[in-house]
């Protein structure tokens, strides 16, 4: 089984979400699993269900603010073990060119 997740967890802040932001990642760091920050939010890749939602918890837990906010989406594909990239390089496959409009960097 391969569970796929996205994962935005928001402080309510004046400043900079940024602070807030790099606690709830690093609450990350003692799930197994993999993760990867974008600007709009994590991805996560696990085994199990339970670990996504185990360490999304404790990304929103971590943050210390009067009111914070938490998106969780998940696909638990439960027929195949494809990692997380698959599904980028399946749609690549099909442009026949990476999935960015950045290909100059």
Do not use: C, N, W
């Not at 997740?5 to 990642?25: K, N, Q």
Request: overall charge negative; proline content about 4%; glycine content about 6%.
């Amino acid at each position: 089984m391969t569970v796929t997740a996205f994962l935005a967890v928001s402080p309510d802040t004046d400043g900079s979400m940024a602070p807030g932001v790099a606690r709830a990642v690093e609450a990350l760091e003692s799930f197994e699993l993999e993760y990867e920050t974008t600007p709009m939010g994590t991805v996560l890749e696990a085994d199990d269900v339970g670990e996504v939602f185990a360490a999304a918890q404790a990304a929103h837990e971590t943050l210390e603010a009067d009111r914070v906010g938490t998106f969780l989406k998940i696909d638990d594909k439960r027929t195949v073990d494809d990692p997380a990239a698959a599904k980028v390089q399946a749609v690549e496959a099909e442009l026949g060119r990476e999935a960015t409009s950045r290909r100059d960097e």
